[in-house]
C-alpha cells in the first residue's frame, strides 16, 4: 500500500495510541482492514452528501417555488418558520437557521455529535440556498400550491434523513419529549402541529390554515414513500457468521440492546444446516444509515431483514441516548 495511503488510513480510521512513545506498526491485515473502513465511509458520506444536497434544493423550491408566495405554512419547524417570516417579514433563510439551532443542539445531546453536525450542515446549506438561489413562481392555484409544496418540501426532509440529517428539527424534539414523557413519536408530532396550525388560523385565516394542513399531509406522506415506509421504530433482524462482533457493536457504537436466538441456517442444494445466532434489535429510523454503515464494516453478506414498527414499550429503546 502506499505510504501516503498508509498515512491516512492510519490517522483518519485506526487512530490507535502510541505505545510507550512510539509509532505503533501496523500488520498488513490491519492496513487492509483500515483501508476497507476508509472505502465503505467515503462511499456513505458521498451518498449522504449527494442526498442531502437535491434535499436541500427540492426544499428550497418547494418554498421559494409555492409556498412563500401563496403564504402557505408547513408543520414543524418549516411551518414556524414559515409561520415567523409571514408575520414579521424576516427572511425565511434567517428563521430556518433561528429556529433550528435549538432542535440542533439537542439533536446533539440526543442522536450525537455526528448527526448534529450534519443536520447543521445541511440547515446552513437551506439557508444559504434560499438566500441566493432563484426559483420561479410556478402556479398561484390555492390547491396545487398546497399539493405540490408539499410534496417538494417533503421530498427534501426525507431524502434529508436518508443522507443521515434533517432539516426540520421536530422529529428530535418529539424522539426526546417521548422519552421524557412515555408517549409515541406520532403524539409528539400531532401536538406541535396542533399548536401550529391553530396559530396560523388566527393570524392568517381559516382558509389558510386548511390549505397549510393539505401541504403538512402531502409533505409527510411523500417523506414516508421516500424513506420506503420506515415508520418511528425499525425492528431488525440479523443473520451473520460473525454475529458477536455484530452485537458488540450495537450495544457499545449504537447503544442499543439486543435479542439473541440461536437457529439454523439452511443453504446450497441438498438444504445442509449450519448452527448460526440470530441477533433482534429495535432502532429508530434516523439510526438505520449509521446501522447499514457499521454493519458493512463488519460483513458486507450479511443477511439483514427490517420492518416498521408502530411503536415500543419498556426496554432501551426510549432510555438510552442514541451514539452516533
Known sequence: MNSLWEKIIIQTILKKPKKGGKEKVYSKYELAKGYREFVILAKRNSKDFFLITIGIFSASFGFKGFLLTNHF????????????????????????????????????????????????????????????????????????????????????IGLSVRGGAVIDGTEVLAIFLSRKLGTTIGDIIVVINVIIFSTAAYFLGIEVAMYSMITYLAASKTLDFLVEGID????????????????????EVMG?????????????????????????????????????????????????????????????????????
Do not use: W
Open 232 to 251: 418511528e421504530y425499525i425492528g431488525v433482524t440479523i443473520v451473520s457468521s460473525k454475529s458477536n462482533e455484530i452485537r458488540q457493536m450495537i450495544i
Open 73 to 156: 405554512i408547513d408543520g414543524g419547524a418549516t411551518g414556524i418558520s414559515l409561520l415567523i417570516s409571514f408575520l414579521t417579514k424576516i427572511p425565511l433563510y434567517m428563521l430556518i437557521i433561528a429556529v433550528n439551532i435549538p432542535f440542533i443542539i439537542l439533536g446533539y445531546k440526543v442522536m450525537g455529535k455526528a448527526f448534529a453536525i450534519k443536520t447543521a450542515l445541511a440547515i446552513t446549506g437551506l439557508s444559504f440556498c434560499l438566500a441566493t438561489v432563484t426559483f420561479p413562481n410556478v402556479t398561484n392555484d390555492n390547491l396545487l400550491v398546497a399539493i405540490f409544496g408539499g410534496f417538494f418540501l417533503g421530498a427534501g
Open 256 to 324: 442499543r440492546g439486543v435479542t439473541v436466538y440461536s437457529g439454523k441456517r439452511g443453504y446450497g442444494k441438498r438444504g445442509e444446516t449450519k448452527e448460526v445466532e440470530i441477533i433482534y434489535t429495535v432502532i429508530t429510523r434516523l439510526e438505520l444509515n449509521k446501522l447499514n454503515t457499521e454493519i458493512e464494516k463488519i460483513e458486507p453478506t450479511a443477511f439483514v431483514v427490517m420492518n416498521s414498527i408502530k411503536d415500543t414499550k419498556g426496554g432501551m429503546i426510549k432510555k438510552r441516548p442514541l451514539k452516533h
